[in-house]
């Protein structure tokens, strides 16, 4: 089954290549501006979806676990949610930093780990280099626009920002985006098999949807049709292994609660935050700070399910 999964994300990965080349030449060409209203609709409809099983996980994580009150599942996790809010409001340098680094391992991680078996501290390195190219490459490609983004999430510590300038004059970005392929090489050639194209495949689609697009649209192509979707393959395979077709309308199923109710608030946060910073920029703040909000009880969740399940 393993290889299965493994030749369904290799013909993803294609597949979104191929999109990726397409899409991208077609915005740049015809300099079209994407809205980010349409990054926050594709990023509730398809890209929250990929978490919005956790509750299931969470009830199979308390059955190891023997907890019978699965209310207090709901409890933590909500209160991961606002905390993590809450510190954001209060220390978003911090936050931002903390939010980068654990996005760059989630990425590399989901997006790869399910051509190894192997889990050394060796390999969840190269997973956190390889799904910081995620982070790198719009910083890279587009400097001034990342940091605007930045400026809008509420960090206004100018030392981070001189820092950030230092490393963009004296091209450690590159450096790093240089590291961060080494790490992909690493990963493609260890106990190589052909499936492992796939590797390459997502590295030029995101070197190519950063290079031709603002880093809004960039990451919304990638976080929705990249790395959801391949977690939702994962998801699918877990429902339902005998029977994709089934698997898939179990999933949408189950996932539709959590995702209706992520975009109601949402909606609400966007109506009180439009007040205060405007309409575009309200749905930064929204996608950025929810989604880290989201992004730490979601790994947490994780990690502990699956050093339990072993």
Same mark, same amino acid.
């Given at each position: 089954?393993?290889?299965?999964?493994?030749?369904?994300?290799?013909?993803?990965?294609?597949?979104?290549?191929?999109?990726?080349?397409?899409?991208?030449?077609?915005?740049?060409?015809?300099?079209?501006?994407?809205?980010?209203?349409?990054?926050?609709?594709?990023?509730?409809?398809?890209?929250?979806?990929?978490?919005?099983?956790?509750? %299931?996980?969470?009830?199979?994580?308390?059955?190891?676990?023997?907890?019978?009150?699965?209310?207090?599942?709901?409890?933590?996790?909500?209160?991961?949610?606002?905390?993590?809010? %809450?510190?954001?409001?209060?220390?978003?340098?911090? &936050?931002?930093?903390?939010?980068?680094?654990?996005?760059?391992?989630?990425?590399?991680?989901?997006?790869?780990?399910?051509?190894?078996?192997?889990?050394?501290?060796?390999?969840?390195?190269?997973?956190?280099?390889?799904?910081?190219?995620?982070?790198?490459?719009?910083?890279?490609?587009?400097?001034?626009?990342?940091?605007?983004?930045?400026?809008?999430?509420?960090?206004?510590?100018?030392?981070?920002?001189?820092?950030?300038?230092?490393?963009?004059?004296?091209?450690?970005?590159?450096?790093?985006?240089?590291?961060?392929?080494?790490?992909?090489?690493?990963?493609?050639?260890?106990?190589?098999?052909?499936?492992?194209?796939?590797?390459?495949?997502?590295?030029?689609?995101?070197?190519?949807?950063?290079?031709?697009?603002?880093?809004?649209?960039?990451?919304?192509?990638?976080?929705?049709?990249?790395? &959801?979707?391949?977690?939702?393959?994962?998801?699918?395979?877990? %429902?339902?292994?005998?029977?994709?077709?089934?698997?898939?309308?179990?999933?949408?199923?189950?996932?539709?609660?959590?995702?209706?109710?992520?975009?109601?608030?949402?909606?609400?946060?966007?109506?009180?935050?439009?007040?205060?910073?405007?309409?575009?920029?309200?749905?930064?703040?929204?996608?950025?700070?929810?989604?880290?909000?989201?992004?730490?009880?979601?790994?947490?969740?994780?990690?502990?399910?699956?050093?339990?399940?072993?």
């Amino acid at each position: 089954m393993s290889q299965f999964i493994k030749k369904i994300n290799f013909n993803h990965s294609f597949i979104f290549f191929i999109f990726c080349n397409i899409f991208s030449l077609l915005i740049f060409k015809m300099n079209i501006n994407i809205s980010p209203l349409i990054c926050l609709f594709l990023i509730l409809l398809i890209g929250v979806s990929h978490g919005s099983l956790d509750h %299931i996980k969470g009830k199979k994580l308390f059955e190891i676990l023997k907890i019978k009150n699965i209310s207090s599942f709901y409890l933590i996790y909500i209160l991961i949610t606002f905390f993590i809010i %809450i510190l954001w409001i209060f220390l978003p340098t911090f &936050s931002l930093i903390i939010f980068l680094i654990v996005a760059s391992f989630h990425f590399g991680k989901e997006d790869t780990d399910f051509l190894f078996f192997e889990r050394s501290y060796l390999i969840q390195l190269m997973y956190l280099l390889k799904g910081s190219l995620v982070i790198l490459a719009p910083m890279y490609f587009h400097f001034d626009e990342t940091i605007s983004i930045f400026k809008l999430l509420l960090v206004e510590n100018e030392t981070f920002y001189t820092i950030l300038s230092f490393v963009e004059e004296k091209n450690i970005l590159l450096l790093s985006i240089i590291i961060s392929s080494i790490s992909s090489i690493y990963l493609f050639t260890k106990q190589f098999e052909i499936k492992k194209f796939t590797i390459f495949l997502d590295y030029f689609s995101i070197i190519l949807l950063n290079y031709f697009l603002s880093p809004l649209v960039a990451f919304t192509m990638y976080f929705c049709f990249l790395h &959801s979707i391949r977690h939702s393959i994962t998801l699918v395979f877990e %429902i339902d292994k005998n029977n994709l077709k089934n698997g898939v309308l179990t999933f949408i199923k189950k996932a539709m609660p959590l995702t209706f109710l992520t975009a109601v608030l949402c909606i609400v946060g966007l109506y009180f935050l439009n007040k205060n910073y405007g309409f575009d920029n309200s749905i930064l703040k929204l996608i950025f700070i929810g989604l880290a909000s989201l992004t730490f009880p979601h790994i947490l969740l994780e990690y502990l399910l699956e050093k339990n399940e072993k």
